[in-house]
């Protein structure tokens, strides 16, 4: 059943916050809850999973604007394994809203539970070969494609811009104000940048930020989350708030996995009957218990937000 934006975007929300207990953190004086966005919704449909997460907050204002600018389509691009192009499947099905997805990849060998799902679902997918994708926005073959489908809504990779921070920013209302630190992992930062807006708003919170990089590089997304505020209608907030972006426990790279970090996972998922991704939220949890044990976070509470992504642990729970 087609559902309209407000029965999908102005509904009430209630994520579950939890405390993950464990000895060492008591040791140090640590309080870590963590915010359950994986599971937004009671609805207990692939939809619903699909749109849970950081990434429903991050399309909220971006699918308002492009319902007022009456774009005929939504497109956006994404790699293979993208959660940002999976959910935008899932809410172009139920606001039945036409969705074109640009992959980075051939499409023979590309077409995996979730590209097929979001086929599925009724994204057209337009695969770009790695050297045309590095210049998707000027690539006159993708222009041509995609103007068949104009007037379209375009959405950035990684779904990151000045609406996504908006939006994101409104994850502060399931935030208790006395968490020292909020925890989360960045990809593009989109989501870092919503948090350190929300913060700001709240004026004289001093509450400090904590990005867990999730690439290899250095600086480049303390930049990228300084550029996405400075867009936006409060860019002192990158100023204003306390944030800092960590570098160093990424593992390799996006998507690389060590046996360590797989390790870590797999007993931290039967500890405390939370799922992870190996790609981002373990990445972040490992890097909070390490920086605990190194004393790091001595006497205080933290806030870990669960961003989803866990498209890929569904489809291997249901095998
Ligand atoms: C997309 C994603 C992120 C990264 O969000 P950004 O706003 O790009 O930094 C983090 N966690 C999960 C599970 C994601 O799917």
Redesign the pocket.
């Known amino acids: 059943m087609v559902k309209s934006y407000s029965d999908l975007f102005e509904r009430p929300l209630n994520p579950a916050l939890v405390e993950i207990k464990e000895p060492f953190l008591d040791q140090q004086q640590v309080r870590l809850y963590c915010l359950r966005l994986?599971q937004l919704f009671p609805e207990n449909e692939a939809l619903y999973r699909a749109i849970s997460?950081?990434?429903y907050f991050?399309l909220k204002y971006n699918i308002l604007q492009a319902l007022k600018e009456q774009a005929m389509t939504l497109l956006s691009f994404g790699g293979a394994y993208?959660?940002?192009i999976y959910?935008l499947a899932a809410i172009g099905k139920l606001l039945a809203l036409p969705t074109i997805g640009v992959i980075r990849g051939e499409s023979c060998q590309s077409l995996n539970p979730v590209l097929a799902c979001a086929e599925k679902w009724g994204m057209h997918l337009i695969y770009l070969n790695r050297e045309q994708y590095r210049k998707k926005h000027s690539d006159i073959a993708l222009k041509a494609i995609a103007s068949l489908y104009a007037p379209y809504y375009l959405l950035p990779e990684?779904?990151?811009n000045a609406l996504?921070v908006k939006g994101?920013a409104e994850l502060l209302h399931f935030i208790p104000d006395n968490m020292d630190t909020i925890a989360?992992?960045?990809?593009?930062?989109?989501?870092?940048?919503?948090i350190i807006q929300g913060l700001y708003q709240h004026s004289n919170s001093t509450t400090k930020v904590l990005?867990f990089s999730?690439l290899k590089g250095d600086n480049f997304?303390t930049q990228a989350v300084r550029n996405l505020l400075s867009d936006t209608d409060t860019p002192l907030a990158s100023e204003r708030v306390n944030w800092q972006v960590i570098n160093t426990y990424h593992f390799g790279g996006y998507a690389k996995v060590t046996p360590l970090l797989r390790q870590f996972m797999d007993r931290f998922e039967q500890q405390h009957a939370l799922l992870l991704?190996p790609?981002?939220?373990a990445k972040?949890l490992y890097g909070i218990y390490d920086m605990v044990e190194k004393g790091r976070l001595k006497n205080t509470n933290i806030l870990c937000?669960?961003?989803?992504?866990?498209i890929g642990r569904t489809a291997q729970l249901m095998k």
């Open positions: 994986e997460g950081n990434k991050k993208s959660n940002h959910a990684g779904g990151s996504a994101c989360l992992a960045v990809g593009t930062g989109g989501t870092m940048a919503g990005g999730v997304l991704d790609v981002y939220t972040m937000i669960h961003t989803g992504g866990l």
